[in-house]
Nanobody, 116 residues
Framework: QVQLVESGGGLVQSGGSLRLSCAAS????????MKWYREAPGKNRELVAF????????TYAASVKDRFTISRDNSKNTVYLQINSLKPEDTADYYC?????????WGQGTQVTVSS
């Protein structure tokens, strides 16, 4: 069974930083791309960052480019999201995602709250 467990969220002031982690199990982590999404209150879930299976390729939403960095450690079955220069509009629940075939798996989410 696929399991994704996010951690690292919290309450941070504008301009601060957080590093989110997603611990994965139940599948061959190193062979799958990973993604981070976020869902702000009352809004749709939004793709924030993508990383290829090896980590060689990354993409970001325009709203977070130059502030967010996705990375992975395949030896630890973990994907990270480094968030710098936090803004209040970054406040959301952040989710780790993997698509295996036609099945999307999600973690429980970790909350990020940015105070102004």
């Amino acid at each position: 069974q696929v399991q994704l467990v996010e951690s690292g969220g919290g309450l941070v002031q504008s301009g601060g930083s957080l590093r989110l982690s997603c611990a994965a199990s139940g599948f061959t982590f190193s062979t799958y791309p990973m993604k981070w999404y976020r869902e702000a209150p009352g809004k749709n879930r939004e793709l924030v960052a993508f990383i290829s299976s090896t980590g060689a390729s990354t993409t970001y939403a325009a709203s977070v480019k130059d502030r967010f960095t996705i990375s992975r450690d395949n030896s630890k079955n973990t994907v990270y999201l480094q968030i710098n220069s936090l803004k209040p509009e970054d406040t959301a629940d952040y989710y780790c995602n993997v698509d295996i075939g036609f099945v999307a798996s999600w973690g429980q989410g970790t909350q990020v709250t940015v105070s102004s």
